[in-house]
Structure formats: C-alpha cells, structure tokens
C-alpha cells in the first residue's frame, strides 16, 4: 500500500480508502462477522482510512463500524459527515452538534479525524456557499466543533454548483473536498471537451490542491456502472438512488460505460482501470471504494499496485469523453 498526504493536515493516508456507505452495501448490511472480516482484510492490506455518514443506512454504518473497529482496535483514521438542511439553519449549531455527538457514540469515538458537510452547496435552493461561509454559518459551526476536540479536521463533500463549490474550496475554511471523479465524468482533473454531456467540475481537484486541501475520490465506480452486473452481487444496494452529479443518472452512466467499452475493451477490466485513473492524478489523496463483498477490497489494493493506465487507453478514454456531448 501506497499512503499519500492528507493536503496539509499532516496525516498520512491509503490511497485506497475504506467507504462504508449504501451503494456497496457491506458495513450497512454485512454481518458482524462479514465486516471484522473485510475491515481485517483492509488493515492487513495497509487501508487506514474509513468514511462514514449518519445518511448511510441511517446509522447502521457508523454504529457497525464502530462495533468493528472496537472489536478489532487498529491504528485507523476515521471521517464522518454532518447533512445540513436549509430548515436546520435557523438553529444551525444545536443541529450540527447535536449530528457530531450522535455519530461519536454510535462509533463509541471520543473524536473523528474528519467531519465533512454532507450537503450538495448550490446556488439556488439549498445550501448555498453563503450559508456555508457567513458569520455563524457552517464553516464557523464547524470550527466550534473543532475547537471542542471534537474533530480534528473539516471537509465538504464537493457537490452541487460548480461555481458554489469552487467558492467554498477558495474560502481556505476547509481542510479537505470531496471530488466526483472517474472514468466516466474526469472534469474535477481535466479539461473535458466543449459541449461535454455531464456536469463539468472545472478542475476543482487541481483548485484544492494548490491551496493545500487533500482530495478525496468519491463515485470512482460510477454508483457501479464501471462493474457491471457483478458490481449488483453481495450486499450491493439493488438500485442507486437520485444521480450526484449533473448528467450522472445510473441509466446514463451505462450507457457511457457501453460507449466506453466499445472503444477500449475491458483490458484492464474497468473497476480496475477506475482505481488506477484516480489514482494518476497526484493532486488526489486517496479513492474511496466501497465494498459489496471482501473480495472487492483486494482487487481494489492490486488494482492500486498495478500504476498508471497505458497510453493506449488513455487515448481511448479522451475518444469516449469527446463523443459524450449533449
């Protein structure tokens, strides 16, 4: 295992990390014994980061990890999330404190290393970059939290509006983001062509880096559109829910991981070549995979270990994201 700077937070990470939501299913629905089992496998492997929510599986996920990680007690970093809604404002700092000290008991944690907003930041309805960094607002909410020891570092989930989110990553009040990025949707890192069908990012990985904040992969499997019907099997969640991302509805990424496929093949198989593309960008700390099953957590490390796609499929990678227009 690789392990790469958490931006300027000092902590040093896998590249691989450990994600404990819905879609893969297993630390919401897995058995006790199925969870010691994977997150052993995990350490074993050298994975020390894993990310939670109290969205994910209404608890269950931060309250089987924490039962896990008590029965095991590795040397791990753990990050947790808060979700703020526009009608939490009124009262915002009960609300996020009230979040922060449910999570810690469901983990049975005296502290997380991170605490991240859960919420997409938009510039319309919802949470806007204003509510987010004005006086009293999340950003300020937060920092109390952390000056409580409560939390170590702060994050947002990179979500919504670019131009919101790209405010809110400038503001420097955070530590870390949170990046859609992968095979299918690359604009948190590159330069995608005019007219490209998804939501372009506009490089906000490259944004974040610069001013020291770590980045953290998120949906690099595309909801598990880049595996296929194997990545349905074991504890995966059977449907995925509302799209992330502009342009990322589940029926929409299939069709681009076929387009894609018709291009490149399946060599490297494309769960694998999804690892290995995040992991190219070096502005990116680490990939959060999540896991239906153990044996996805071993073909996540290897694919790891395997380096930099080739050059060939590189090319027809930026073929596929050229004819992927609206």
Not at 102 to 108: D, F, P, Q, Y
Not at 137 to 162: H, M, P
Not at 218 to 239: C, D, E, F, N, Q
Not at 270 to 292: H, I, K, Q
Request: proline residues 4%; charged residues 20%; neutral net charge.
């Amino acid at each position: 295992m690789n392990y790469r700077e958490l931006g300027t937070t000092g902590l040093s990470i896998s590249e691989i990390g450990f994600g404990c939501g819905s879609i893969g299913g297993l630390m919401v629905r897995g058995t006790f014994e199925e969870q010691v089992a994977a997150v052993s496998r995990a350490v074993e492997l050298g994975i020390n980061y894993f990310d939670t929510a109290p969205d994910y599986g209404r608890g269950r996920s931060e309250t089987n990890l924490g039962k896990v990680l008590a029965h095991l007690k590795p040397d791990v970093h753990v990050g947790t999330k808060v979700r703020v809604n526009p009608e939490n404002l009124a009262d915002l700092e009960r609300f996020v404190t009230s979040s922060v000290e449910t999570s810690l008991a469901r983990l049975g944690r005296e502290h997380v290393d991170l605490l991240q907003l859960h919420s997409p930041i938009v510039n319309g309805a919802g949470i806007t970059s204003d509510d987010v960094l004005r006086t009293g607002g999340v950003a300020d909410v937060f920092e109390k939290i952390r000056s409580r020891g409560l939390v170590r570092f702060l994050g947002i989930t990179g979500l919504g509006d670019t131009a919101a989110i790209k405010a809110v990553i400038g503001s420097r009040r955070f530590d870390t983001v949170q990046a859609y990025y992968n095979l299918i949707n690359p604009s948190a890192g590159r330069v995608v062509p005019s007219g490209f069908g998804g939501q372009d990012f506009g490089q906000l990985i490259g944004l974040a880096g610069g001013l020291g904040m770590g980045v953290l992969v998120i949906r690099v499997m595309a909801a598990g559109a880049l595996g296929g019907a194997a990545a349905r099997t074991g504890y995966a969640s059977p449907t995925v829910g509302g799209a992330l991302a502009g342009g990322a509805e589940y029926a929409r990424e299939e069709r681009r991981v076929r387009a894609l496929l018709s291009l490149a093949g399946d060599e490297p198989p494309l769960p694998e070549a999804a690892v290995r593309f995040a992991l190219m960008e070096p502005r990116v700390s680490t990939v959060l995979v999540g896991y239906s099953d153990i044996g996805q957590i071993d073909t996540a490390v290897g694919a790891a270990a395997r380096g930099p796609l080739p050059a060939a499929f590189m090319r027809h990678l930026e073929e596929a994201w050229a004819k992927d227009t609206d």
